[in-house]
T-cell receptor, first 111, second 112 residues
Framework: DQQVKQNSPSLSVQEGRISILNCDYTNSMFDYFLWYKKYPAEGPTFLIS?????DKNEDGRFTVFLNKSAKHLSLHIVPSQPGDSAVYFC??????????FGTGTRLTIIP | KAGVTQTPRYLIKTRGQQVTLSCSPISGHRSVSWYQQTPGQGLQFLFE???????NKGNFPGRFSGRQFSNSRSEMNVSTLELGDSALYLC???????????FGSGTRLTVV
């Protein structure tokens, strides 16, 4: 069962515009959420996280929104830059349990 | 400080063989987790070790095993390799196994 879902396998966005990546989860016990970015031939790198007690966390161009009632997480990148082209994974965990990852969304920024 | 180091970077094995992958965590990190990445499946959790003890385990067959040494270095072993085991195997370390995961670059395993 896929407890963390990223329903869009790919997304293309014009440079300078906003990129919105979405993630849905089914486990209401998840209390910590993360976004990772992955370039080819490299391991995922941590981008931003949010605790379930918050609904928004911002770090520079990156903002993560959490809607607990809808069990929905989104990552906003503003403005999008060519270097943002990568695969983005959302992940969630419950307490000290393992990180559960989504299947990833490939973001392509068009110059 | 040095990141998470995985060796080897690339590996080609034939069906039926066994393989051992190695992961050296960031100095001071006591938790090591292993993930399998395949196209369309995202990162699938294999297992997590903390202070030489397996703390969590994913839904993989018993052919997949691992261990952690007293210096926190970890190894993962896959026996009787199948074609479907071809994947990128990623290791992540963290200080306590809750937050702050740092991933290595992975080992690309190809089974032929």
């Amino acid at each position: 069962d896929q407890q963390v879902k990223q329903n869009s396998p790919s997304l293309s966005v014009q440079e300078g515009r906003i990129s919105i990546l979405n993630c849905d989860y089914t486990n209401s016990m998840f209390d910590y959420f993360l976004w990772y970015k992955k370039y080819p031939a490299e391991g995922p790198t941590f981008l931003i996280s949010i605790s379930s007690i918050k609904d928004k966390n911002e770090d520079g161009r990156f903002t993560v929104f959490l809607n607990k009632s809808a069990k929905h997480l989104s990552l906003h990148i503003v403005p999008s830059q060519p270097g943002d082209s990568a695969v983005y994974f959302c992940a969630a965990r419950e307490g000290n349990e393992k990180l559960t990852f989504g299947t990833g969304t490939r973001l392509t920024i068009i110059p | 400080k040095a990141g998470v180091t995985q060796t080897p970077r690339y590996l080609i094995k034939t069906r039926g063989q066994q393989v051992t992958l190695s992961c050296s965590p960031i100095s001071g990190h006591r938790s090591v987790s292993w993930y399998q990445q395949t196209p369309g499946q995202g990162l699938q959790f294999l297992f997590e070790y903390f202070s030489e003890t397996q703390r969590n385990k994913g839904n993989f067959p018993g052919r997949f095993s691992g261990r952690q040494f007293s210096n926190s270095r970890s190894e993962m072993n896959v026996s009787t390799l199948e074609l479907g085991d071809s994947a990128l195997y990623l290791c992540a370390s963290s200080p306590w196994g809750n937050y702050g995961y740092t991933f290595g670059s992975g080992t690309r395993l190809t089974v032929v």
